[in-house]
């Protein structure tokens, strides 16, 4: 198993912020089963403040920019990217990888 480890803040509005934590607690179904395709078997995401921090568990071959190219195609992916990225103060055509900086483990 492979982990990867990503930031990214979120506009600094409670109301939004609010908004975005339901929307994940309603993922559409689509979206997991993309993620489960490209071989993506845990994602989690953490919250402290406007402070994102996620948690990508993949299988041993998973290709970071390879398969989140392929995510990027699966159905609703951009919807969803489009929809949660109001929240993110980004543009909706940025991509994943433009929006979330991915950590350097250190310990």
Request: charged share 25%.
């Amino acid at each position: 198993m492979k982990r990867y480890c990503q930031a990214l803040n979120l506009v600094d509005d409670e109301a939004m912020i609010a908004k975005y934590c339901e929307a994940h607690a309603h993922v559409w179904p689509e979206i997991i089963e993309g993620q489960r395709q490209v071989g993506i078997i845990d994602m989690q995401i953490y919250r402290l403040g406007t402070s994102l921090f996620m948690i990508c568990d993949t299988v041993d071959d998973f290709d970071w920019n390879r398969d989140m190219a392929r995510l990027s195609t699966m159905p609703r992916q951009a919807e969803w990217e489009a929809y949660v990225s109001q929240f993110q103060g980004c543009s909706p055509e940025a991509r994943s990888d433009e929006k979330w900086q991915m950590m350097e483990r250190i310990f």
